[in-house]
């Protein structure tokens, strides 16, 4: 199971980000994948504006 740190996600999700390209294609890649992937509250607290 692939669990993404808070930062790939960070990443992938702001276009303004160096990382963005990278990060973005590593995430269409898993989740369009075979590989099963998940993600904690704590992770999704950092991603999602509160």
Same mark, same amino acid.
């Given at each position: ?8 996600? !960070?990443?992938?999700? #702001?276009?303004?980000? $160096? =990382?963005?390209?990278?990060? #973005?294609?590593?995430? =269409? $890649?898993? !989740? ?5 992937? $998940?993600?904690? @509250?704590? !992770?999704?607290?950092?991603?999602? @504006? $509160?």
């Amino acid at each position: 199971m692939i669990l993404p740190d808070v930062n790939v996600l !960070v990443h992938a999700f #702001r276009s303004d980000s $160096g =990382d963005h390209n990278l990060c #973005r294609n590593w995430l =269409d $890649g898993v !989740v369009n994948g075979d590989s099963w992937y $998940g993600t904690s @509250p704590q !992770v999704l607290s950092g991603v999602i @504006p $509160g």
